[in-house]
């Protein structure tokens, strides 16, 4: 039935607009939902403003578990959604196997690199921002402890706690970084009660200052940090509104601009890897009106110099993801 | 592992064995009266959805649990009905009734809240804090017991000591008044009781009007407690490891208090690799240790702690002789 009505609602544009860019994108989030205040929220925000600017509409859908990826992407994909655009690396061997039988679709994964002629595979140099903010938690830290706390165990976390604990050692060679992954499945990235415990846990080792890196966990995180009075660091989209006074800073993750540039792009969207760091902005650290307090301005000073020796190459951080080990503990 | 991380550990054991000790009192009042309950998780889902929803709306936690005892209360005459009144499968009711739950509390908060099936964070009176215990500071100085009353015994909230307190009441509730002997007997052998002139039928419905409040204050205290708001499901089979516990007590309330602690225990526990392995000096696998109260309820089912022999009439509808 849904499937008859995009099926006529397809060739009935494409009619009207005799082979203009006709078709509407599709946007997919991963597990941890749309309103994760974090990651897949950032796509969204991205997917709205494309929608604001334009007028366009777009078409959505949140998994509701593993099993739905594939059957999301054909089904889009048979409806005419051009380009298509997921979050998530789980997508990741999904859309190497779908992208081949829908060679005149474009296809744009965030956070994986598939290659296939019709992808756009869009990676971040988190181990760059992690790194900042590290920094700044090295220096905003009384008891010496830093903490981590991660969602789901995959390399890509690993990626950001190695990036973080060569930002704290950079700071002060003598701090303690605890971490802890909330999980090895997909479920870890909506697990905040477990995430709240994991805070409490690393509070007790003396940390007093905890990035958070784990999607919808993040909220019980960020709670705990503001029940508990410490010092919190956001993760992908700029969270430091949640709890102003215990938000030290947000690393974020451009992923709105990934998902509005390709969405501008429409069919023309051009395939490829596009790496995003520094040095384009594609990462960094949030500072606004609700963490300017906590930022002093010889933190601020410090990290600027070394995002610009990042961005000069002067500085190289660690990539976990090149060789899975990392140069400190 | 040093007394400090110790205390962490058994105050964190508190907080994540409380949902599973009322959870699994509840289990214990349908149970005793011969209604197997899986719907425990459901029901535990629906309290914790209203509860966070009318906190956030109202911005008091009181009227939150009351949401949340009214919303499991009504799953539970569902279940009652179809299991009792129906003499439907019990088994089936409650498995439904979890499907239902898990769908409608995102459906519900989703339209209410439009923020992905969430509700807003919750702050202030909107939420039950922990409480301090009076004696905190007189015993501070004392080694040992000072730091283990500060943190583990106080500063809970007080639907933690509300989940204690109802240990010794459902035990004094079950083993030592009439209604108690009756629940009993309604679970073990319901014509006697209907020979005796007490109406079973009744007699149930009691039973799984006790369930409803236990499972809403278990919800309660997940979504304005333990954390400040609910989130798509957030029990996270919470009510499957009460019913194990339920198992592993073998149907008493004291065995329990100690079954769920076990369990708060080993989930307390699994949140510290660290710790694990300065102990042990190995490495276990969290995973492993998530599902050690399944293996232990397993190897109880198998007799080798005792036998657990679950009350005889369970499960069967209550056919009356003509």
Redesign the interface.
Known sequence: MSMTKYLLGATAALALCAGAAAADPALIFDLG????KSFNEAAFNGAERWAAETGGSYKEL?MQSEAQREQALRRFAEAGANPIVMTGFAFGDVLNTVAPDYPDTKFAIIDMVVDQPNVRSVVFQEEQGSYLVGMMAAMASKTGVVGFVGGMDIPLIRKFECGYAQGAKAANPDVKV?Y?MT??TP?AW?????G???T??QI??GADVVFSAAG?TG??IL?TVA?EDILGIGVDSNQNY?HPGNMLTSMVKRVDLSVYEAFMEGTDLETGVIVSGLADNGVGYALDEYNADLVTDEMKAAVDEAAAKIVAGEIVVHDYMTDNTCPVE | MDY??LI?VLG?TL??GTPLLLACLAGLYSERAGIFDIGLEGKMLMAAMASGAVAALTGSAWLGLGAGIVASLIFAMIHGLASITFRGNQLISGVALNFVASGATVLIAQTLFH????TP?LSGDARFHGIALPGVEALSSVPWLGPFYAKVISGHSLLVYLALAAVPLTWWLLFRTRFGLRLRAVGENPESVDTAGVSVIRLRYTALVLTGVLCGIAGAY?ATA???GF????T?GRGYIALAALIFAKWRPWYALGATMLFGFLQ?IA????VIEGTLHMKIP??ALDALPYILTVIVLAGFVGRAIPPRAGGQPYVKER
């Open positions: 939902g749309k309103f994760d949140e605890v802890n999980g090895t479920a909506n697990d905040p009660v477990k709240s415990e994991l409490k846990a007790a080792q919808s909220l019980g709670q029940d949640m | 400090a991380t962490e964190s907080r994540l923020q992905g099936g969430r964070p997940m333990l954390q400040a989130g798509r499901e957030m996270a307390a949140l510290r690799p660290d969290v995973p």
